[in-house]
């Protein structure tokens, strides 16, 4: 899917701004075809809606609330071919134009857009509405707990007196299976943009190559008739590289795209044929996992940086592109080099910063909180199809990104208690997702700290990705039994002759808070705890990289183990950095992005 673009032939209009809105809690009878003359709030888009206003239920409620606007095209766009375009509306959507149903979608991280020529008309005014459902339960992903009936008074759990189990308090809340605010609305930005109305081009997918000094580019453009695509490459200054119109471009000696901001050369390739025009950055490089080593032009990676989350205050979950540059700056400073999109894919414009900036990016779907306590939650959980389409969208949207170096299925699953189960479901996905990637990059999932024997599926991903807390969910604050109980895991998964990588371990830490002797929740045991991992990491060869977690602290539910969020970054959320990222920032600088191990 082609990210908008203006230019010779195409424009983009941005729908972004004051939108009207109202949360639907009250039996509140819409049409949307109605403009709403009262009963609504102003709310920007693009953001979350949760944290811009006083009302607790912004926070708490779960169903739908209702976005809408009112827009008149230029009569200039009559010629052209429009489409309506929502980056992400979280977590599912109904589209109306005036009253008219035009679209749906599930799912609250990936972006859908539609042919509207035929439903408005230019120099009219029109009306969007958008049916915005934040809810989560077992059909989505992210996975939610479906309400049941007494949940409230935790039926399973320990604290609640015998004679209240059971007992009812109805009330619609998100139940989520995961560990950050469920952030909902208009989260990203909104657009109509135009292309001709015939012979546009659909999409592209690019490949790239080394040949000894020289780089190859293929390029596959599919276009709405079979018109010959023309291709010209330019260098960085604008300059004619090569053209083609056969689908291969040879570049003499090539410049790489690689880590850093140095290194990450782009080249444009730009696409034509008589009617269209689409110009798009092209870094040449490979990526392959040999042996117990992941290989960037052919060289082995030692992935240096953080799981993150787009997750700020008063936005929310909501784009902002000042955060994107920011935590770049904040990559670099560290020394740093990759980071996980825990725990879905993030707004288009961050990985094309990272294309600019050499920043290494595993794109992970939206499939977190696949368990489900004692049941099997490949069978009470009914999301094997919607996983399938937010492998295919989030393929079809990343696949160009030279940062995009490998992809995750998912995060923490349930792999131990089932786990032949495990495996028909995780490694049919994982053929499904290497199907899907002509660039056939690395597949993994992200396994949750767990009885790693009985696991029998993290061992055959390309690189093992583990999660793991030793010192802080379990050994808690004691760092030398921690240690002892890391080693002995790395001990099996060094039999294992697979890359490994850390992709989450870390401890809370409130800021400002410190101690002579570490403990928790000190930002010198998080400084502690890190350099410990590290150390343990530095005395085995196929761990290929440390992602800690996380970048900053952020938004979750509210719960005993969360003061005002999730503690365990390396900044705040604000983005002042903790003791540990100074001493991270040490670690890091002293360890080459590449030939490392
Ligand atoms: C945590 C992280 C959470 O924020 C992330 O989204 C997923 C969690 C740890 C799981 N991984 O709690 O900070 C720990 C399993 C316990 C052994």
Known sequence: M????????????????????????????????????????WIAVPASYNDQKEDKAYRRFAGESLYQRSFTLPKIMEAQRLLLRFDAVTNSARVYINSEL?????????????????????????????????????????????????????????????????????????????????????????????????????????????????????????????????????????????????????????????????????????????????????????????????????QPVYFKGFGKHEDSHIKGRGFDLTYDVKDAGLIHWLGANSFRTSHYPYAEEMYDLCDREGILIIDETPAVGIAAGQANPYEVLDIRAHHEDVIKDMIARDKNHPCVIMWSMGNEPDTESYPREAYEYWHSLYDYTHSLDRQNRPVTFVCSQNDYTRDIVARTMDVVCLNRYYGWYNLSGDLDAAMYALNLELDFWEQQNKPVMLTEYGADTVSGMHATVPEMFSEEYQAQFLLAYGEAFDKRDFIIGEQMWNFADFGTIQGPMRAGGNKKGLFTRERKPKLAAHAMRHRWNNIPDVDYK
């Not at 990210?3 to 701004?17: A, E, H, I």
């Not at 991280?109 to 120099?123: A, H, N, Q, R």
């Not at 992903?141 to 049941?148: A, C, E, F, Q, S």
């Open 2 to 41: 082609l990210y908008p673009q203006t230019n010779s032939c195409r424009s983009v209009f941005s729908l972004d701004g004051l939108w009207k809105f109202r949360l639907i809690n009250d039996g509140f009878n819409y049409n949307p075809g109605d403009i709403l003359t009262s009963d609504f709030e």
């Open 102 to 298: 035009i679209t749906t979608h599930k799912g609250g991280y990936l972006p859908f857009e539609i042919d509207i020529t035929k439903k408005v008309s230019v120099g009219v005014e029109f009306t969007i509405s958008v049916v915005v459902d934040n809810r989560v339960n077992s059909t989505t992903l992210p996975v939610g707990n479906d309400k049941l009936k007494g949940a409230f008074f935790g039926s399973d759990n320990a604290q609640v007196p015998s004679v209240q189990k059971g007992k009812e308090y109805q009330a619609d809340i998100n139940l989520p299976n995961f560990d950050f605010f469920n952030y909902a609305g208009l989260n990203r930005s909104v657009r109509i943009y135009t292309t001709p109305k015939t012979g546009y081009i659909k999409d592209i997918t690019v490949v790239t190559d080394i040949v000894g000094r020289d780089g190859v580019i293929s390029y596959y453009a599919l276009c709405d008739n079979d018109e010959t695509v023309f291709a010209t490459l330019k260098d960085k200054r604008g300059s004619v590289v090569a053209t083609s119109d056969n689908g291969s471009i040879m570049v003499k000696d090539a410049k790489l795209w690689s880590i850093g901001k140095e290194n990450a050369y782009l080249y444009t390739l730009e696409l034509s044929n008589t009617s269209d025009f689409y110009s798009l950055s092209v870094g040449i490089r490979t990526i392959e996992v040999r042996g117990k080593q992941f290989l960037l032009n052919n």
